[in-house]
């Protein structure tokens, strides 16, 4: 398992650092470099409008749809939402789950994102019972937390860890 670091997200040329695990940890438990000034739509908003760049940067499939909130009934027992769904040009899928820690208490970062990892499996779940395949599964945020690494450390969760900081990404997990 190991992290990376990509710095300028619209240069042509994608710079890429690979961190063994102590360095990766050392990275999470940095104080966060650039907080968004915004909310959790507005931050949303701010990745969709780089979606692209940041798949090219994770080397996943040109993005030829993208789109927000889509509404997913199941079985008239619930509905999901997920916040971002790409499809790729080789078909594939890629759902983020967006969050941002709330200004007013930020110690709830960590618990919004272990939240996040469950609407991930089922929004996974839901996916591959429609489309037939896994589709991959990220949760991004403006500060990966370590506690949050600590439940994946020893698990093969399927999810992604990304951490995207004004015109950098940080992934400290690969979940695909």
């Known amino acids: 398992m190991k992290g990376w670091a990509r710095d300028g997200l619209t240069d042509k040329e994608i710079a890429t650092e690979y961190l063994g695990m102590d360095e990766t940890i050392e990275e999470l438990r940095r104080p966060q470099d650039f907080e968004f000034m915004g909310n ?53 899928c890629t759902i983020f789950e967006v969050k941002k820690a709330n200004d007013k208490y930020p110690s709830t970062g960590t618990s919004n994102q272990m939240n996040a990892v469950g609407q991930l499996l089922l929004y996974g779940n839901v996916f591959e019972a429609i489309i037939k395949t896994k589709p991959r599964l990220a949760l991004i945020d403006n500060k990966i937390y370590y506690r949050t690494m600590c439940a994946f450390m020893g698990n093969k969760l399927p999810i992604t860890l990304i951490d995207f900081q004004k015109d950098r990404v940080f992934v400290p997990y690969f979940g695909w």
Request: glycine residues 2%.
């Open 40 to 92: 959790e739509r507005q931050f949303e908003d701010n990745i969709f409008e780089h979606i692209e760049d940041i798949c090219a940067g994770l080397h996943l499939p040109r993005v030829i749809v993208k789109q927000r909130q889509v509404m997913i009934p199941i079985e008239k027992q619930f509905t999901i939402r997920p916040d971002i769904v790409v499809r790729h040009e080789d078909y594939s």
